[in-house]
DNA sequence: CTCCTTCGTTCGGTGACCGACCGTTTCGGG
DNA sequence: CCCGAAACGGTCGGTCACCGAACGAAGGAG
């Protein structure tokens, strides 16, 4: 409700809306910036030459106009000397990178993570490779933040860690153990690992232009990020997007959380490699193997196929109902499923779903690999510096 | 992305945030009004010199301070000059109202509407009353605007209703309609029933200060309006909300959409009087003689009310999973069937839904009654207003 | 080489908010 | 009844952000 001290504020829009421009869309003219922004040529010089004095983007004249005129200067991210932290903790492995402004990965580690680790021992070599990245960071490189992303509920306030089936954590402080091993790398945000995917695609990959969006990443598990407006959807304590746990079969198998028919139940690696009778088997090959077995005819992975297919476009037809998106975006091992099982999910989904909730509705794969998490997470930790660029 | 000329956006945004304000909290003085919007005493009162310009408030002396010093003139919003019309559509009641800044129902009419009346029909006595209205309305009197709440699916483009099972429309253009039949009385915006209870209870109401709230409005159909984050959520083509058509029993009877099991044939008023054994009788009384009945002992009743209220408990999880709100609001005649069903409701809710996401969950009853789509329907008409008080 | 186009820079102007100063209104004590 | 303290409104000069016009700079086309 408060409108504050509003000369500042608008500087400080005007400076976070034109990094944000350059961070989003990548070396921009000013020429171009003019006209996007909607702020005059004069404003706009001023603007970059804050961001400039600030060691945030550089200008540089550009290669080749082919038009007329004085040629416009461009306007770049500092990408090589601006960059954040982004950690993923996820079910097997952990991952970290260097993110420079502007999205890209400029270093990368990951290690296994062997069942059974804490959160206490997850963080040892996590903070670990940011030390070694740090090591070899120039002298004028400088760090805006960092995030962590958890394929868990996590809660908003503090970052921690409420339940991880997969990861098998129960109220883990991965927020404060972390910020105590790396305060020195400034603020840490901590983020569902779904969240933070779609919070990736939405940005950079398949949901580019999308304000409604419902993201859903499975292997064991099942849990969505969802953009609903353009804004995150994540619910009073941070907890929203658990659609793994919308029961969708009532009379179906019990779920580890404790009730039954949960759809992650139904449509989770568990329920393809059983009943693909492969139940001995587990992990993304064994689902791709399904996958692939249905494609050359095999007869019980085609049924396995269907079966989940089925309940996957049953459940997404649920949430189009609830949420009218406009994508919905395959990640995790769902994504081969629903490259297997397409037509039996839109089927499905067009039985379910009403007719006006669905009739707009793509339904994409990930276009960020394996990378969305660590490239969602560092999104994360530049929202500070986008809100407010000469701060700090 | 733009920023705009952002010296008159800053005076639009104050402007508007002052207004916002009287209109939500009622008279205020200008004291008070300093310190919540963090504004200077001589750029409040610039604000509301600007704002009694435009006859959207006055200022009056304070009747009793009870402190030292010079009182503070109090600020109040121009209730009675500056108004909305307010329509709502419902299954068998057409209903109207004229809405003063501030949020206080300065008039309302009400009529049947027979089963069967199409669109068009409706139209016709909804601008009667309109007309009746604005006919009564002092010389000085200013309309900002006009809104419809209809229960139904409506695209927000044009509030174009595509379905409405319960009022039995397709494809009625009932925004068109009504604009050309009211165009003289400024813009009109369309919006679903349920949304716009949310919207007043969220505003004026059971879930005032709570930012992630559902509102369930159920009677034959149900629907819900949800708040995530402060916002609305309508989705991409604004039919965001059809919880009632979420699938929560795979094995169920069918539905009118098509599908089967959906949430509406397992809570609504049809299965509870089905269940009860009352199936010829239909509407609120029914509904409420069934928990009267349940109350005095009635073992079909309480048995019909367990049933139902099984199964709001388990779709409520699934939401509760799906948003993590922090209050659920039960409204139409799902209130009494709260009321009636509550502790069979909470226990299913805290089986389906997981501890983080629903531990701090409050279930609430309207504050707002029979006139909350009234009230809403007339915030959706201001909002035009609020966002840029000296335009027009 | 010259003209045209496009852009960067500079500078004066407008508008919005702030802070200080002064006058006004109320309360309470002598 | 008078006067000081407290709290507030109004006025005015100052600061800051953005805009628009004027001018110079940098390329392309003929």
Redesign the interface.
Known sequence: ???????E??RK??LG?LLR?VHMHGATSRAELTT????NRSTIGALTADLIGAGLVSEAAPRETGRAGRPSLVVRPESGRVYAYALSIEVDRLRAARVGLGGRILEQYETERPRGMNAGEAVRPLARFVRTMRSGVPDDGRCVGSAVAVAG?V?REDGLI??SPTIGWVDEPIGESLRSELDEFGPLSVGNHADVCALAEHARGAAVG???VIYLYGDVGVG?G?V??G?????????????G???????GRPCS???RGCWETEIGEHALLRLAGRADRSGGEAVLAVVDAAMRGDSSAQHALRQVGDWIG?GV???V??????VVIFGGTLRDVYLGAAAQIRSRLN??G????R??VRLRTPELGADAALIGAAELAFENLLDDPLVS
């Open positions: 409700m408060r409108a504050g001290p509003s000369q504020e608008v829009h005007n809306t421009y996007r922004l909607g702020l509920m809660r409420r339940l999308s304000d409604n969505a969802i609903a407006g804004r995150r959807v994540h619910g009073h304590g941070g907890y929203g997007g658990e659609v746990h919308m029961v969708v079969n009532p009379y959380c404790g009730s049953f037809g649920n949430l109902n609830i949420f009218n998106p406009e039985a379910v009403l007719p006006a909730c009739e707009h």
